[in-house]
Nanobody, 123 residues
């Protein structure tokens, strides 16, 4: 199975910064695009940012340039630098990876999710 180690969440005052980290691992899996999604209490899960192994990035417009995703492809690790955080950014942030099992016939792609890390922004 694909496993995730997520870190960097916590509490910060409005205007502060946090850097999230996620390293995915799984023997027998090929990992492709990775990204971050978030879910606030009572809200639907939403896309934050994605990045391909080649470094192509995509951001939700609501991030307004405050967030930056980066990747270490060799380590299957991604990072999310979050600046000028606001209370609306409070959510559980989930690391996600598109991956396929090398030993499954046809190697179908599936989406795998980490446990999530809590980000709380308040004064």
């Amino acid at each position: 199975q694909v496993q995730f180690v997520e870190s960097g969440g916590g509490w910060v005052q409005p205007g502060g910064s946090l850097r999230l980290s996620c390293e995915a691992s799984g023997s027998g899996f090929s990992i492709y695009a990775m990204g971050w999604h978030r879910q606030a209490p009572g809200s639907q899960r939403e896309l934050v940012a994605t990045i391909t192994p080649g470094g192509i990035t995509n951001y939700a417009d609501s991030m307004k340039g405050r967030f930056t995703i980066s990747r270490d492809t060799d380590k299957n690790a991604i990072y999310l630098q979050m600046n000028n955080l606001q209370p609306d950014d409070t959510a559980v942030y989930y690391c996600v990876a598109d991956a396929s099992n090398k030993y499954t016939l046809g190697r179908p792609l599936r989406q795998y999710w980490g446990q999530g890390t809590q980000v709380t922004v308040s004064s």
